[in-house]
């Protein structure tokens, strides 16, 4: 499969089987979260690999809009080290303080990563967004350190719920030189 047919095929699962990932399959996910580009090489990330129900349903309770989503049987923390962000080589910061922008769009495709990798093997995903006091509390990430984005993994229930996948039409998305101008 080509990366656009993949592209096309990961979507967001929201009702997932007890099935579990196996040790071989999320250590292939990790990899392709590693690999995933960062601002000047700095990897600003650390990943936690959660397995325990009790710890998942903890997470699952502080994530926006969770109620939408059953709970997985796995998830991956993506964490975003501070002190990564704050190396006195990082040039990508020019006026803003560490630890913002640059360093939070690294992590997010690093996830992004992992869920097209996990759509390739066959593995279901979600994106979470959690609330920082409570899932840095659960999983006892420093003060300075942020956790923007949890990815749930598992198998999709049969007849579960599908969204209808619908894209705005390319010419609508796209401008050139300026906002509003035809490209397409």
């Not at 990961?10 to 579990?20: A, G, P, Y």
């Not at 080290?81 to 006026?95: D, I, Q, T, V």
């Not at 560490?98 to 994106?127: R, W, Y």
């Amino acid at each position: 499969m080509n990366f656009l047919e993949l592209a096309k095929k990961r979507k967001t699962t929201f009702e997932f089987s007890d099935k579990i990932v196996s040790d071989k399959n999320i250590y292939l996910l990790l990899e392709a979260a590693r690999w995933a580009p960062s601002c000047a090489n700095i990897q600003p990330w650390h990943f936690i690999v959660v397995k325990n129900k009790k710890q998942i349903d903890k997470l699952m309770k502080t994530v926006n809009y969770g109620f939408f989503h059953e709970t997985p049987p796995q998830l991956i923390a993506c964490v975003l080290l501070n002190e990564r962000c704050a190396e006195p080589n990082h040039s990508c910061f020019r006026g803003i303080k560490p630890a913002t922008h640059d360093s939070f769009m690294c992590v997010g495709i690093a996830a992004a990563q992992i869920c097209l990798e996990a759509e390739d093997l066959g593995i279901s995903s979600c994106l979470l967004t959690p609330k920082q006091k409570e899932s840095k509390k659960i999983l006892k990430i420093g003060k300075k350190d942020v956790v923007p984005l949890l990815v749930g993994l598992g198998y999709e229930k049969k007849n579960t719920f599908k969204r209808k996948r619908e894209r705005i039409d390319l010419k609508k998305l796209v401008s050139k030189e300026y906002f509003g101008e035809r490209y397409l």
